[in-house]
Protein backbone atom coordinates (compact mmCIF):
# COMPACT_ATOMS: atom_id res chain seq x y z
CA UNK A 1 0.00 0.00 0.00
CA UNK A 2 1.14 3.33 -0.84
CA UNK A 3 1.56 5.88 1.99
CA UNK A 4 -0.42 9.29 0.93
CA UNK A 5 1.36 12.20 1.40
CA UNK A 6 0.81 14.38 4.26
CA UNK A 7 -1.81 17.62 3.22
CA UNK A 8 0.55 21.22 2.58
CA UNK A 9 1.07 22.59 5.57
CA UNK A 10 2.71 26.10 6.83
CA UNK A 11 6.24 25.56 8.35
CA UNK A 12 8.45 28.66 9.12
CA UNK A 13 11.86 28.39 7.31
CA UNK A 14 13.81 25.06 6.20
CA UNK A 15 17.89 25.35 5.77
CA UNK A 16 19.34 23.67 2.34
CA UNK A 17 22.89 23.14 2.24
CA UNK A 18 24.74 21.61 -0.86
CA UNK A 19 28.00 20.30 0.29
CA UNK A 20 31.21 18.93 -1.03
CA UNK A 21 34.62 18.56 -0.09
CA UNK A 22 36.20 18.98 3.29
CA UNK A 23 33.79 18.17 6.35
CA UNK A 24 35.29 20.67 8.83
CA UNK A 25 34.35 23.65 6.60
CA UNK A 26 30.91 22.48 7.13
CA UNK A 27 31.22 22.26 10.61
CA UNK A 28 30.90 25.81 11.56
CA UNK A 29 27.64 25.99 9.13
CA UNK A 30 25.52 23.51 10.82
CA UNK A 31 26.72 24.49 14.61
CA UNK A 32 25.74 27.86 14.24
CA UNK A 33 21.97 26.79 12.92
CA UNK A 34 21.97 23.18 15.77
CA UNK A 35 18.46 22.86 17.59
CA UNK A 36 17.13 26.02 16.01
CA UNK A 37 16.15 24.81 12.68
CA UNK A 38 15.61 21.25 10.49
CA UNK A 39 17.91 21.33 7.73
CA UNK A 40 18.96 19.29 4.42
CA UNK A 41 21.83 18.75 3.38
CA UNK A 42 22.44 17.31 0.16
CA UNK A 43 26.53 15.67 0.07
CA UNK A 44 27.63 15.84 -3.67
CA UNK A 45 30.96 14.40 -2.73
CA UNK A 46 29.40 11.24 -1.21
CA UNK A 47 31.45 11.68 2.47
CA UNK A 48 31.64 9.01 4.90
CA UNK A 49 32.82 11.86 7.16
CA UNK A 50 30.57 14.43 5.44
CA UNK A 51 27.54 12.07 6.97
CA UNK A 52 28.80 10.88 10.09
CA UNK A 53 29.02 15.04 10.46
CA UNK A 54 25.72 16.22 9.79
CA UNK A 55 23.78 13.02 11.34
CA UNK A 56 25.54 14.52 14.48
CA UNK A 57 24.13 17.72 14.90
CA UNK A 58 20.44 16.13 14.31
CA UNK A 59 20.52 16.88 10.19
CA UNK A 60 19.15 15.09 7.34
CA UNK A 61 21.61 13.95 5.38
CA UNK A 62 21.14 12.95 1.59
CA UNK A 63 23.76 11.14 -0.81
CA UNK A 64 22.79 11.40 -3.97
CA UNK A 65 25.61 9.54 -5.54
CA UNK A 66 27.06 11.50 -7.63
CA UNK A 67 27.98 15.36 -7.98
CA UNK A 68 24.82 17.32 -8.92
CA UNK A 69 25.86 20.40 -8.77
CA UNK A 70 24.50 23.19 -6.46
CA UNK A 71 20.89 23.91 -8.66
CA UNK A 72 20.30 20.52 -8.80
CA UNK A 73 21.51 19.99 -5.23
CA UNK A 74 19.11 22.23 -4.30
CA UNK A 75 16.33 21.00 -6.23
CA UNK A 76 16.50 17.32 -4.86
CA UNK A 77 16.13 19.42 -1.26
CA UNK A 78 13.13 20.51 -2.17
CA UNK A 79 11.98 17.88 -3.81
CA UNK A 80 12.48 16.19 -0.64
CA UNK A 81 10.02 18.13 1.07
CA UNK A 82 7.39 18.33 -1.33
CA UNK A 83 3.99 19.48 -0.11
CA UNK A 84 5.46 21.69 2.47
CA UNK A 85 4.93 25.23 2.57
CA UNK A 86 7.74 26.94 4.41
CA UNK A 87 10.48 29.31 3.30
CA UNK A 88 13.82 28.27 2.11
CA UNK A 89 17.34 28.90 3.59
CA UNK A 90 19.81 28.37 0.85
CA UNK A 91 23.30 28.56 2.65
CA UNK A 92 26.84 27.71 1.13
CA UNK A 93 28.23 24.94 3.57
CA UNK A 94 31.30 27.84 3.62
CA UNK A 95 28.71 30.46 5.46
CA UNK A 96 27.49 31.12 8.79
CA UNK A 97 24.79 32.67 10.21
CA UNK A 98 23.21 32.93 13.50
CA UNK A 99 19.73 31.87 14.32
CA UNK A 100 18.82 35.47 15.11
CA UNK A 101 20.05 36.86 12.27
CA UNK A 102 18.06 33.66 10.23
CA UNK A 103 14.85 35.14 12.53
CA UNK A 104 15.69 38.70 11.64
CA UNK A 105 15.59 38.17 7.84
CA UNK A 106 12.54 36.16 8.28
CA UNK A 107 10.86 39.04 9.86
CA UNK A 108 12.08 41.41 7.12
CA UNK A 109 10.98 38.84 4.03
CA UNK A 110 7.41 38.79 5.61
CA UNK A 111 7.74 42.72 6.54
CA UNK A 112 6.65 43.19 2.35
CA UNK A 113 4.70 41.07 0.78
CA UNK A 114 6.33 41.68 -2.53
CA UNK A 115 9.69 40.11 -1.38
CA UNK A 116 10.60 37.06 -3.22
CA UNK A 117 14.29 36.82 -1.07
CA UNK A 118 16.12 38.42 1.54
CA UNK A 119 19.93 38.34 2.32
CA UNK A 120 22.62 39.39 4.41
CA UNK A 121 25.43 41.73 4.93
CA UNK A 122 28.11 38.98 4.48
CA UNK A 123 32.19 39.46 5.61
CA UNK A 124 34.70 37.37 4.39
CA UNK A 125 38.43 36.62 5.01
CA UNK A 126 39.31 40.17 3.54
CA UNK A 127 36.65 41.79 4.69
CA UNK A 128 33.22 42.97 3.57
CA UNK A 129 31.56 41.39 0.54
CA UNK A 130 29.39 42.51 -1.90
CA UNK A 131 26.29 40.96 -1.60
CA UNK A 132 24.08 43.05 -4.18
CA UNK A 133 24.61 42.89 -7.99
CA UNK A 134 23.35 44.53 -10.66
CA UNK A 135 21.65 42.15 -13.08
CA UNK A 136 24.22 41.01 -16.05
CA UNK A 137 22.97 42.62 -19.44
CA UNK A 138 24.65 43.34 -23.12
CA UNK A 139 23.90 47.21 -21.83
CA UNK A 140 25.89 46.70 -17.93
CA UNK A 141 28.93 44.43 -20.11
CA UNK A 142 29.12 47.70 -22.15
CA UNK A 143 29.14 50.27 -18.95
CA UNK A 144 31.32 47.82 -17.40
CA UNK A 145 33.79 47.73 -20.27
CA UNK A 146 34.68 51.33 -20.26
CA UNK A 147 34.73 51.73 -16.44
CA UNK A 148 31.38 53.06 -15.86
CA UNK A 149 29.55 50.07 -14.15
CA UNK A 150 27.84 52.47 -11.17
CA UNK A 151 25.75 53.80 -14.19
CA UNK A 152 24.18 50.14 -14.40
CA UNK A 153 22.98 49.47 -10.88
CA UNK A 154 19.00 48.04 -11.49
CA UNK A 155 17.43 45.99 -10.96
CA UNK A 156 19.54 43.78 -8.79
CA UNK A 157 20.24 40.20 -7.69
CA UNK A 158 21.15 39.11 -4.29
CA UNK A 159 24.31 36.61 -4.20
CA UNK A 160 23.28 33.24 -3.18
CA UNK A 161 25.17 32.39 -0.43
CA UNK A 162 23.38 33.30 2.37
CA UNK A 163 19.81 33.62 0.31
CA UNK A 164 15.81 33.12 2.43
CA UNK A 165 13.76 32.77 -0.05
CA UNK A 166 9.73 33.03 0.69
CA UNK A 167 7.27 29.76 0.48
CA UNK A 168 4.64 32.05 -2.01
CA UNK A 169 7.88 33.06 -4.43
CA UNK A 170 9.29 29.71 -4.60
CA UNK A 171 5.66 28.02 -5.67
CA UNK A 172 5.22 30.83 -8.10
CA UNK A 173 8.57 31.09 -9.34
CA UNK A 174 9.70 27.47 -9.43
CA UNK A 175 12.75 25.24 -9.01
CA UNK A 176 16.03 25.98 -9.92
CA UNK A 177 17.23 25.78 -13.40
CA UNK A 178 19.62 22.65 -13.68
CA UNK A 179 21.16 23.54 -16.69
CA UNK A 180 23.50 25.82 -14.43
CA UNK A 181 25.76 23.38 -12.86
CA UNK A 182 27.44 25.69 -10.26
CA UNK A 183 26.99 29.69 -10.01
CA UNK A 184 24.46 31.96 -11.57
CA UNK A 185 21.65 29.78 -10.58
CA UNK A 186 20.61 32.11 -8.13
CA UNK A 187 20.43 35.28 -11.03
CA UNK A 188 18.81 33.23 -12.85
CA UNK A 189 15.74 32.47 -10.29
CA UNK A 190 15.75 36.08 -9.14
CA UNK A 191 15.66 37.28 -13.13
CA UNK A 192 12.39 34.96 -13.26
CA UNK A 193 11.18 36.64 -10.28
CA UNK A 194 11.50 40.03 -10.95
CA UNK A 195 9.99 39.65 -14.04
CA UNK A 196 6.51 38.38 -12.52
CA UNK A 197 6.76 41.76 -9.98
CA UNK A 198 8.49 40.02 -7.22
CA UNK A 199 11.37 42.13 -5.65
CA UNK A 200 14.37 41.41 -3.85
CA UNK A 201 16.32 42.80 -0.68
CA UNK A 202 19.57 43.80 1.12
CA UNK A 203 18.78 43.49 5.13
CA UNK A 204 21.83 45.66 5.65
CA UNK A 205 21.60 44.95 9.51
CA UNK A 206 22.27 41.13 9.42
CA UNK A 207 25.68 40.41 9.42
CA UNK A 208 26.96 36.74 8.40
CA UNK A 209 30.32 35.79 7.26
CA UNK A 210 31.06 33.76 4.09
CA UNK A 211 34.69 32.21 3.50
CA UNK A 212 34.29 32.13 -0.24
CA UNK A 213 35.57 28.82 -2.39
CA UNK A 214 35.43 27.46 1.29
CA UNK A 215 34.82 23.84 -0.46
CA UNK A 216 38.23 24.14 -2.51
CA UNK A 217 39.44 23.56 -6.22
CA UNK A 218 41.53 25.42 -8.99
CA UNK A 219 40.97 29.07 -9.25
CA UNK A 220 41.28 28.93 -13.21
CA UNK A 221 38.31 25.94 -13.12
CA UNK A 222 36.26 27.88 -10.77
CA UNK A 223 36.55 30.89 -13.06
CA UNK A 224 35.86 28.72 -16.07
CA UNK A 225 32.29 27.76 -14.29
CA UNK A 226 31.83 30.85 -13.24
CA UNK A 227 31.90 32.45 -16.75
CA UNK A 228 30.38 29.45 -18.28
CA UNK A 229 27.13 29.64 -16.46
CA UNK A 230 27.59 33.36 -17.29
CA UNK A 231 27.36 32.75 -20.73
CA UNK A 232 24.03 30.49 -20.25
CA UNK A 233 22.80 33.11 -18.46
CA UNK A 234 23.45 35.87 -21.01
CA UNK A 235 22.22 33.36 -23.97
CA UNK A 236 18.48 32.16 -21.91
CA UNK A 237 17.77 35.95 -21.03
CA UNK A 238 19.21 37.84 -24.03
CA UNK A 239 18.95 35.42 -26.98
CA UNK A 240 22.01 35.05 -29.04
CA UNK A 241 22.44 38.35 -30.21
CA UNK A 242 22.90 39.25 -26.79
CA UNK A 243 24.87 36.93 -25.95
CA UNK A 244 27.64 38.81 -29.05
CA UNK A 245 27.00 41.99 -27.52
CA UNK A 246 27.51 40.83 -24.04
CA UNK A 247 30.71 38.77 -25.35
CA UNK A 248 32.09 41.50 -27.47
CA UNK A 249 31.74 43.96 -24.57
CA UNK A 250 33.62 41.06 -22.40
CA UNK A 251 36.69 40.84 -24.92
CA UNK A 252 36.95 45.39 -25.11
CA UNK A 253 36.92 45.21 -21.35
CA UNK A 254 39.50 42.51 -20.84
CA UNK A 255 41.57 44.11 -23.87
CA UNK A 256 41.79 47.37 -22.28
CA UNK A 257 42.47 46.14 -19.21
CA UNK A 258 45.33 44.11 -20.09
CA UNK A 259 46.93 46.96 -21.71
CA UNK A 260 46.79 49.64 -18.21
CA UNK A 261 46.82 47.12 -15.43
CA UNK A 262 49.99 45.66 -14.02
CA UNK A 263 50.72 42.01 -12.23
CA UNK A 264 47.89 39.68 -11.02
CA UNK A 265 45.21 41.86 -12.69
CA UNK A 266 46.97 42.24 -15.85
CA UNK A 267 47.30 38.11 -15.86
CA UNK A 268 43.45 38.04 -15.23
CA UNK A 269 42.37 40.21 -17.81
CA UNK A 270 44.66 38.36 -20.80
CA UNK A 271 42.92 34.74 -18.76
CA UNK A 272 39.59 36.42 -18.98
CA UNK A 273 39.89 37.36 -22.51
CA UNK A 274 41.50 33.76 -23.98
CA UNK A 275 38.44 32.92 -22.34
CA UNK A 276 35.96 34.63 -23.58
CA UNK A 277 37.37 34.66 -27.11
CA UNK A 278 37.17 30.70 -27.12
CA UNK A 279 33.22 30.98 -25.43
CA UNK A 280 33.31 29.63 -21.83
CA UNK A 281 30.68 27.20 -22.61
CA UNK A 282 32.84 25.74 -24.56
CA UNK A 283 35.85 26.00 -22.91
CA UNK A 284 33.92 24.02 -19.60
CA UNK A 285 33.17 21.46 -22.36
CA UNK A 286 36.63 20.77 -23.21
CA UNK A 287 37.64 20.82 -19.27
CA UNK A 288 34.66 18.38 -18.24
CA UNK A 289 32.44 19.16 -15.12
CA UNK A 290 34.65 18.92 -12.16
CA UNK A 291 33.48 20.69 -9.26
CA UNK A 292 34.09 23.78 -7.36
CA UNK A 293 32.60 26.31 -5.66
Same mark, same amino acid.
Given at each position: ?T ?5 QT ?5 V ?8 AT???CL ?14 S????T????E???FDY???G !?N ?5 G????LQ?R???S?D???L???A ?5 G?? =? ?6 A ?9 AQ?G???S ?5 P??S??G ?12 S ?6 G ?5 K???LA ?5 D ?8 ? =??W ?5 A?GW?V ?5 V !? ?6 ? =?GG????RL???H???E ?18 K ?13 ? !?????I ?6 R ?16
Amino acid at each position: MTEERPAQTGGGTHVVVVAYGDSATLKPCLEALRGSYKMTVIDNSSSADTKLLVESFGFDYHDPG !QNLGFAAGVNRALQLRAGISEDVLLLNPDAVIDSAGVE =TLSERLHADPSLACVAPAQEGPSGSERVAWPVPSPWGAWLEAFGVGALHSKPVFLIGSILLVKAEALADVGLLDERFFLYAEE =TDWQIRALAKGWSVALVPDV !QAFHVGAG =TGGDRSVRLRHFHASEELLVRKHYGGFGWISYRAAKLAGSALRAIVRTGS !QRAEAIERYHLFRAGPVRVRAEMGSSRAS
